[in-house]
Nanobody, 127 residues
């Protein structure tokens, strides 16, 4: 079982930055690929970024490419999302997710690939 707890959300002006953190429990964190997803009011949850188990491979939604950076620290059982040049349309609840242990060092964009989910942290970007 893996438990995920996000932190770092808040209110920021457009053009500002935030860094989200996701702390994971469990000894098998380094075997799991990780992802960040977001859900804005009235919209479906969408993919934001993903990182492979080693951290060597990353993937991003087109809407955040060049502005957001995903990273992980397996020694700290944590994954991060650095968000720069924030826009009002980035306002959403951001949640991290973990897959079950994987043999491959791949990234995953689809929600069905993820077994464990955090509760989410609110990010609000004012114009």
């Amino acid at each position: 079982q893996v438990q995920l707890v996000e932190s770092g959300g808040g209110l920021v002006q457009a053009g500002g930055s935030l860094r989200l953190s996701c702390a994971a429990s469990g000894r098998t964190f380094s075997n799991s690929a990780m992802g960040w997803f977001r859900q804005a009011p009235g919209k479906e949850r969408e993919f934001v970024a993903a990182i492979s188990r080693s951290g060597s491979n990353t993937d991003y939604a087109d809407s955040v490419k060049g502005r957001f950076t995903i990273s992980r620290d397996n020694a700290e059982n944590s994954v991060y999302l650095q968000m720069n040049s924030l826009k009002p349309e980035d306002t959403a609840v951001y949640a991290c997710a973990a897959t079950r242990g994987k043999y491959s060092d791949s990234t995953y964009k689809g929600m069905p690939a993820y077994t464990y989910w955090g509760q989410g942290t609110q990010v609000t970007v004012s114009s």
